[in-house]
Nanobody
Framework: QVQLVESGGGLVQAGGSLRLSCEAS????????MGWFRQAPGKEREFVAT????????YYADSLKGRFTISRDNANRLVYLQMNSLKPEDTAVYYC?????????????????WGQGTQVTVSS
C-alpha cells in the first residue's frame, strides 16, 4: 500500500519560513518523480514544484521561484519543500505527489499517488 505522509505545516507570520516533509512508503521512491501542489480555499489545486527521481533537475511555478526550494533524500524516502519569505497568499493545504517516471511533472493529472495534505497558514 502506497502512502505519502506530509508534515511540517502550521501557522507562521508573514516573512517567516517553514519546511514541509513528505515521507513515502509502499513504492520504489528512487524511481519516482515527486511534486508539491497546493490548494487554497475556494481555488483549484495548483502546481508548486517538482523534482526528478535523482534530484538532478527541479522546476517551480514561476510565481514561487526564489522563495521555495524542493529537495529529496532517497535513502530516507523523503521529499522536502523549504518555503521562505512566506506571504498570506501562500496559505493553503500543501500536497505531496509521486509518479514512477523520469520526467518533471507539473500537472496534477500526471501523478498517481497523493498524500493527505498539510495545512500552511500565513498570518499578516
Amino acid at each position: 500500500q502506497v502512502q505519502l505522509v506530509e508534515s511540517g505545516g502550521g501557522l507562521v507570520q508573514a516573512g517567516g519560513s517553514l519546511r514541509l516533509s513528505c515521507e513515502a512508503s509502499g513504492l520504489t521512491f528512487s524511481w519516482c518523480t515527486m511534486g508539491w501542489f497546493r490548494q487554497a480555499p475556494g481555488k483549484e489545486r495548483e502546481f508548486v514544484a517538482t523534482i526528478t527521481r535523482r534530484g538532478d533537475s527541479v522546476y517551480y511555478a514561476d510565481s514561487l521561484k526564489g522563495r521555495f526550494t524542493i529537495s529529496r533524500d532517497n535513502a530516507n524516502r523523503l521529499v522536502y519543500l523549504q518555503m521562505n519569505s512566506l506571504k498570506p497568499e501562500d496559505t493553503a493545504v500543501y500536497y505531496c505527489a509521486a509518479d514512477q517516471d523520469v520526467a518533471l511533472k507539473t500537472e496534477s493529472r500526471e501523478y498517481t499517488y497523493w498524500g493527505q495534505g498539510t495545512q500552511v497558514t500565513v498570518s499578516s
